[in-house]
């Protein structure tokens, strides 16, 4: 028993390695208890230590105690740097994916608890539903095309240039009402695709847009909508069928800083959601989804392809190229706000009709020397495009 005992200057490491290599050639005769409390100090059951020993018995085969014994303190700490460098690297990831997760779980929050609020209001309005008139308007040759961009509603100023206010915009949709049924009448018009190109509120977006902002964005989504679902109804009574198509705009984002601001997180969209419930009765007005983006509408009028953006990703010069390209089709014309004046021009032969604003001139513009009248664009469209366009002004 005594050959089994550590020798002067023996490892730790050299003795258990001996001790085992010993009991497995058969020159120690120890029980598997024994070598256990020899080797590791622990007085294991004869059953597990015999279960230990064969897995250990495993081992040795592998090891190297010469490299083993010749392993520095440089090399010990390098593995150790690299092991810590390597939990770090988790930790990075485990803490970013936690703050997507964050941040997914905030937008939907913020999104259900805004669906919910308007929810209830359109339920606890008491708003009587829209009439529905049954339409016999015979098939003609041409359709209308009504855009409706940048009213901002809730925005409200007063410079020498311009005045404004919510009173204002209403006073402005009902001429717009009145104007375009009189160019319905000229054309006879059948149906018409309307265009709600973005920035239909005013918004939080820039201090200067916070201070001007007659109603906090809530009552903007709600007064808008309503204002708007309105036009649609009256509208409706006009034409054979009312197609409604919606892009958002830069507005209507929830974040001041347009770094931080996630794409389809825009109050615009809300304004369709309201539309849906409360003209679902109106059996002749179809409000789309896009296919393809919150950002980008595509839709038909008399065979030719449309499409719409609010202008905020886009120039004129480069949209078409930038669309054909993202999309792999090239349209007729494409439809642009943002930049609120009236104009029609030609890239690579695609239309790109811009519209104006009902806001006109507020502080933004005047810091950045932009001047212009209120103003919406309405367009006779066939099967060859567009026949012409009124620049209507208020």
């Not at 005594?2 to 005769?29: A, H, P, T």
């Not at 509603?153 to 311009?162: A, V």
């Not at 980008?296 to 120039?315: N, Q, W």
């Not at 664009?377 to 366009?389: A, E, F, H, L, W």
């Amino acid at each position: 028993m005594d050959v089994c005992l550590k020798k002067d200057n023996e490892s730790d490491f050299d003795y258990i390695i001996r001790l085992f290599e010993g009991k497995s050639s058969g020159l120690y005769d120890i029980d598997y208890t024994e070598l256990f409390k020899l080797a590791f100090g622990v007085q294991l059951a004869s059953d597990e230590a015999r279960k230990r020993y064969y897995g250990l018995k495993m081992l040795l085969p592998y090891l190297d105690k010469d490299k083993i014994k010749n392993i520095t303190d440089d090399e010990i700490l390098k593995n150790y740097e690299l092991k810590k460098q390597e939990l770090y690297k988790e930790q990075v990831k485990f803490f970013d994916q936690r703050r997507e997760l964050n941040d997914v779980l905030r937008k939907q929050s913020r999104e259900d608890y805004l669906y919910s609020f308007i929810n209830d209001s359109i339920k606890n309005s008491n708003l009587e539903p829209f009439d529905y008139i049954k339409n016999n308007i015979n098939q003609t040759d041409n359709d209308m095309l009504v855009f409706l961009t940048d009213t901002h509603y809730g925005l409200e100023c007063d410079n020498y240039w311009n005045r404004y206010n919510p009173q204002i915009f209403v006073q402005y949709l009902k001429k717009y009402l009145d104007e375009i049924i009189n160019i319905k009448q000229i054309h006879d018009s059948e149906n018409c695709y309307i265009f709600l190109g973005g920035d239909l509120i005013s918004g939080l977006i820039h201090n200067l847009v916070r201070i001007e902002n007659a109603e906090n964005v809530v009552e903007q989504v709600q007064h808008v909508s309503e204002y708007i679902s309105n036009f649609v109804s009256e509208l409706s009574k006009e034409f054979n069928n009312i197609y409604i198509h919606n892009v958002a705009g830069n507005h209507s984002r929830l974040m001041q800083n347009k770094k931080e601001a996630i794409k389809d997180e825009k109050l615009d969209l809300l304004i369709t959601w309201y539309m849906k419930s409360r003209l679902s009765n109106l059996l002749n007005v179809f409000i789309v989804d896009n296919e393809i983006d919150t950002t980008i509408a595509s839709f038909y009028i008399r065979g030719k392809l449309y499409y719409g953006v609010h202008g905020d990703y886009d120039t004129p010069e480069k949209v078409v190229s930038s669309l054909t390209q993202m999309l792999d089709t090239k349209p007729y014309a494409v439809l642009i706000a943002h930049r609120h004046h009236y104009s029609i021009e030609s890239e690579h032969n695609v239309k790109v009709i811009s519209s104006g604003s009902f806001a006109s001139v507020d502080e933004y513009c005047i810091t950045k020397r932009i001047s212009g009248k209120p103003s919406q664009t309405v367009c006779i469209c066939d099967k060859n495009g567009v026949r012409c366009s009124y620049d209507v002004v208020f």
